[in-house]
Structures are given as C-alpha cells and as structure tokens.
C-alpha cells in the first residue's frame, strides 16, 4: 500500500495521477495548508522541507518527498513511463518541470491569480515567464508527440496539472496548438482524469 500525504495542488495531483496510471492500491492522507498540517513535527521528520506531495511505501518501509522523486521511485517500481533508452531526455524534461515550470507559474499564480494589484512588477515579470513557458513547450511538441519523444512519460505526467491551471494563467491555452493537442490528448486518458479528481470531489479537467 502507498500512502499519499496530499493536498489539491499542482504538485499533490502529479502522484495521484501517476498511482492511477500505473494502478497502484494506495490511500490518500490529505494535509491542510491553510491550517499549517505541513509544518506538524510528524511530517517534518519525512517531509524536511515541509512540502507535498510526500509517499510512504508500506510494503518497504520507505518514505519518500519531492515530487520528481517520487516520480522516478513509482516508474522504477512498475516500469512504466520511464523507458530506460529515453531516460536521459525524460530526466531533461521532467527537472525543467520541477525546477522551472513549475516554480515560475507558481510565481506567476500567487502575483496574478491570489494577489492582483500588490506588485506591477511581480505580475508583468511572471505573467511574461508564463508567456514563454507556453510558447517553449509549444515550440517542442511541434516536434515531438510527447515531451520526452514518441511516448508519454513521468515527465508529461509532471507537467500536465501544471497546464491544468491554464484558466487562472490568461495565457490563452488555445493560441497554442500544439500545447493544446498535447493537453488535450493526456487530458482524455482515464488515468489522468481520476488522478487529477485526487479528493473524488467530482472535480473535472479544465477544457481549453
């Protein structure tokens, strides 16, 4: 049994996509943010840096944070999505998410989207960055079916929610077709849509 420590974020649905994917038996531990659950001396001593998503491996006794790792941990465990003749590249495109993507449109939500009007320069500098992630990812899957080549892959898996908040980002999704064939084409997978559901609230994939 896997044990995700989650909450409905970005970060938190890339786990609960991946466990669907590779159909994994596994249980969610929902953290309050808001509330400061992260901070609980608990968690800390298997999240040091007080961060979702986290996974406890029962079976092996195991606990593992950050969520490229937990990646890397669940492909290796069920061989799947990480080809070991790609995994150079899906190892290129699955840390630009973790230390790029990710990061500069979570900038870019907490100026634009949670605190308009506090910083002019905060919100045309990350609403810019979040421009040029769009056409950069555009730009490769002009080439590319998936990100890291033919197949789709943790590093898809990982950016994926990421796109899914395209609402709140006023990018414009659709500008960008080969983006919105990539989002499209992993937003029907069965998978992806109970995944990213993590809390069975009912929650559905944002159309473009």
């Known amino acids: 049994m896997i044990e995700l420590f989650y909450a409905d974020t970005p970060n938190g649905k890339k786990i609960s996509i991946m466990l669907e994917e590779i159909q994994y038996p596994y249980k969610i531990t929902v953290l309050d943010l808001k509330k400061g ?4 001396s608990k968690f800390r001593s298997i999240s040091p840096f ?78 810019k960055i979040a421009e040029t992630i769009y056409k950069d990812l555009d730009e490769r899957l002009e080439k590319s079916k998936f990100l890291a080549g033919k197949k789709y892959t943790i590093a898809d898996i990982a950016t994926f929610p990421w796109i899914a908040r395209h609402p709140i980002h006023d990018i414009g999704l659709k500008k960008f077709t080969h983006l919105s064939r990539w989002y499209m084409d992993i937003a029907r997978r069965e998978a992806v849509i109970k995944g990213f559901d993590g809390l069975n609230k009912g929650e559905k994939i944002p159309q473009i």
């Open 37 to 40: 659950d992260q901070f609980n």
């Open 50 to 127: 007080s961060k979702i998503p986290v996974i406890t491996d029962h079976k092996n006794n195991i606990s593992i944070f950050e969520s490229g790792a937990i990646l890397i941990y669940l492909a290796e465990k069920s061989g799947k999505f990480y080809d070991k003749s790609d995994r150079i590249l899906i190892n290129q495109w699955l840390i630009g998410q973790v230390a790029y993507i990710g990061p500069l449109l979570g900038q870019h939500h907490q100026f634009h989207h949670y605190n308009p009007g506090k910083s002019k320069f905060g919100e045309d500098r990350y609403f």
